[in-house]
């Protein structure tokens, strides 16, 4: 299913051409060799061989297709989309069948937005941020610099209006979508070099893709994009002095603490990274409203189930970092972290003023934020901290 | 389906001669008086009517029925369980059908544990700590003072072994069980007096119910039990110099804020509220595997929507009582907290020595609870307080 002959995305020159393109490629690479050895990349002909295929209907069945812009057996994303189309199957009793398929076994992962949103596929699974290059807006509905933590994007998602925005931004290309998943807060990133000022950051060779890595070259970072298979062994020759990946978890899998001096936190970048499956509207609107309760329900339970096992993996994984490879952990200082807030608005004030329609998300998103922002503060902040003293 | 004239349950000397019946008691009729007017008090001959009620079969279809210890309309818990119950209705395609009934409508809440336990009834919905007189291990799969948070809670539930125990210690009783319902961090209640050290404490008569009302009492805090309806009064008229209910979306609609200076935060004592739904193990186990997964996947549904409305609700709550009602917020001083930490510490000492039981439930949480805390440290709290700065 998998091909290693095919080229990797972001190798080539067009994606080089354009920023968003080329960290949104960097980005599902990373993902996609993430597990080693054999994941392939994208053979872009593989689409027209399923090109157009409906939902199957025989006495009320469907038979789905899923694509996932993740490796296979990619931990917690791609076994939670996978345990998701088991339980989906199960509640329905078989009347709601999905297959699904890892990053470039059917499309590549950089084509799951087109095959659902054209209907060659019925459903993906991914981040809507992957999708910059054609709606910016969607950002929001992954994670913001400095933006929502999980639990504050599941109540603006859930309850406070988040839902209807998201499903408005995707309604152009004919999707809906759900929250399916959740990273919670990632790390800050794997650093051989202190960072105690923001003049460290000047000159810096990071690997850190999207608005974080918009943030860091505002501040003197010389933000590098290489293919995931290249990440240690750059790293590890000093071609690279930094670089963000995910969170302890998926990070000791790699072997960075090998590479890599100091190990940052908090992960300002992504505070609660949404993975999103998205369905194709005419598929979604072709099921009775029973399917539609199992899927929403299905989606729901995988995305609490989710960030649930990040904390348990990220946790059992901390131990491991500290305890037996003897990482060192550093909270970022106060006067980098103001800093780089400062150019986390600078640079979102840039992305509103250049386009209505990241206004209009940017203000749903904002107004939600500045109602929970101070609730949060007085409950889950002020609690963790009186539990700390 | 309710009687005005019922006696409310923690009138009873009966009830006041256990300091644990009480708290016990005095929480579930705060929340059956909740709303205000005629929701009624508790009539124990109900039961002998609906004694014995079988699940009912025909043709593969299940007729339930849940009781709560809610009162009716409860926002949030009550309004869940319903929505709980319609959506099970929903993807089932009606062959599970769950009829809900509030606090007092059908059992007393003090008798919901026992009512599903028996078989009265298939299901119910409520709170662990609820049954501390007859489990006080239970207490640990709601909220135990400086415990985990909402978000901890899920990860040891969902997948940090906690469910396995959970199960483990309702086996006795036929029940299995599933969350439903978060209510987050809590407010740290309602002041009259300025609390600036812990001497500030000493003679307080103070409304705080079960494992928090024990590390006030050991504070020198007079704990006093009093109905629900008679809160507000005693509060205004200085019976009470103090008492904790919710957080500001519910302590707002009982209008707190005419009667009390000070709002403290935060709730040490509650830092995020399982609410369980309890379902007998033979109703349980005579459900097929499909309806089981949507029992499932409905009760996950349930308890991630509760915590985004009580995020997004309890947000909108507090500005309106800062902007309107000129609420004075307050965070518990230092001293205070590390004194609160120290004598709750204390206390669970005794309560694991008083009983093997507790100790082998305490033994399982404190083990999750040392991997997952200095992750949330470097993850949630450490980018919270970043993103304050």
């Known amino acids: 299913m998998v091909d290693d002959n095919c080229p990797v995305e972001n190798d080539s020159p067009k994606d080089r051409d354009s920023a968003t393109s080329d960290s949104t490629c960097d980005k599902q690479v990373k993902r996609r060799d993430f597990i080693?050895?054999?994941?392939?990349?994208?053979?872009?002909?593989?689409?027209?061989?399923?090109?157009?295929?409906?939902?199957?209907?025989?006495?009320?069945?469907?038979?789905?297709?899923?694509?996932?812009?993740?490796?296979?057996?990619?931990?917690i994303f791609q076994t939670g989309a996978e345990d998701f189309a088991r339980k989906v199957k199960l509640?329905?009793?078989?009347?709601?069948?999905?297959?699904?398929?890892?990053?470039?076994?059917?499309?590549?992962?950089?084509?799951?937005?087109?095959?659902?949103?054209?209907?060659?596929?019925?459903?993906?699974?991914?981040?809507?941020?992957?999708?910059?290059?054609?709606?910016p807006e969607a950002q929001f509905f992954t994670a913001i610099p400095f933006g929502l933590t999980a639990q504050q994007m599941n109540a603006w998602l859930y309850y406070g209006g988040g839902q209807k925005v998201w499903n408005d931004v995707y309604a152009p290309f004919n999707l809906v979508a759900f929250p399916i998943a959740n990273s919670g807060v990632q790390m800050g990133g794997w650093f051989n070099k202190k960072i105690e000022t923001m003049?460290?950051?000047?000159?810096?060779?990071?690997?850190?893709?999207?608005?974080?890595?918009?943030?860091?070259?505002?501040?003197?970072?010389?933000v590098?994009?290489?293919?995931?298979?290249?990440?240690?062994?750059?790293?590890?020759?000093?071609?690279?002095?930094?670089?963000?990946?995910?969170?302890?978890?998926?990070?000791?899998?790699?072997?960075?603490?090998?590479?890599?001096?100091?190990?940052?936190?908090?992960?300002?970048?992504?505070?609660?990274?949404?993975?999103?499956?998205?369905i194709n509207s005419k598929a979604w609107n072709s099921l009775p409203k029973d399917l539609q309760a199992i899927v929403t329900a299905a989606s729901t339970e995988a995305n609490v189930r989710a960030l649930a096992e990040f904390d348990s993996r990220n946790?059992?994984?901390?131990?491991?970092?500290?305890?037996?490879?003897?990482?060192?952990?550093?909270?970022?200082?106060?006067?980098?972290?103001?800093?780089?807030?400062?150019?986390?608005?600078?640079?979102?004030?840039?992305?509103?003023?250049?386009?209505?329609?990241?206004?209009?998300?940017?203000d749903a998103f904002m107004a939600f934020s500045r109602k929970v922002e101070p609730w949060t503060k007085m409950s889950e902040r002020a609690y963790m901290e009186a539990k700390g003293l």
Chains 1, 2 share one sequence.
Not at 46 to 52: K, L, N, S, T
Not at 92 to 118: C, H, T
Not at 227 to 253: F, I, N, Q
């Open 36 to 75: 080693g050895g054999a994941i392939g990349a994208v053979c872009a002909g593989a689409v027209g061989a399923i090109a157009g295929a409906p939902a199957v209907h025989a006495s009320g069945k469907f038979r789905w297709r899923m694509v996932t812009t993740w490796p296979p057996r990619f931990p």
């Open 91 to 135: 509640m329905s009793g078989g009347r709601l069948s999905i297959d699904v398929f890892a990053g470039g076994e059917l499309v590549p992962p950089l084509s799951v937005f087109d095959a659902v949103s054209s209907g060659t596929v019925q459903v993906g699974n991914g981040a809507a941020y992957y999708w910059a290059g054609k709606a």
């Open 199 to 222: 003049a460290d950051l000047q000159g810096l060779k990071m690997r850190i893709p999207g608005l974080g890595g918009k943030v860091m070259n505002k501040a003197g970072v010389n």
């Open 224 to 278: 590098v994009l290489l293919p995931a298979s290249e990440l240690y062994t750059s790293l590890e020759r000093g071609v690279l002095d930094a670089l963000e990946w995910a969170g302890p978890y998926h990070d000791m899998k790699l072997g960075f603490y090998r590479a890599a001096k100091y190990y940052y936190y908090p992960g300002w970048h992504e505070p609660g990274s949404v993975i999103e499956l998205i």
């Open 315 to 362: 946790g059992e994984a901390l131990e491991v970092l500290v305890d037996k490879y003897r990482v060192k952990l550093i909270k970022f200082p106060d006067e980098v972290l103001r800093g780089l807030h400062g150019l986390a608005d600078e640079t979102m004030t840039e992305l509103v003023e250049s386009n209505p329609k990241v206004k209009k998300v940017h």
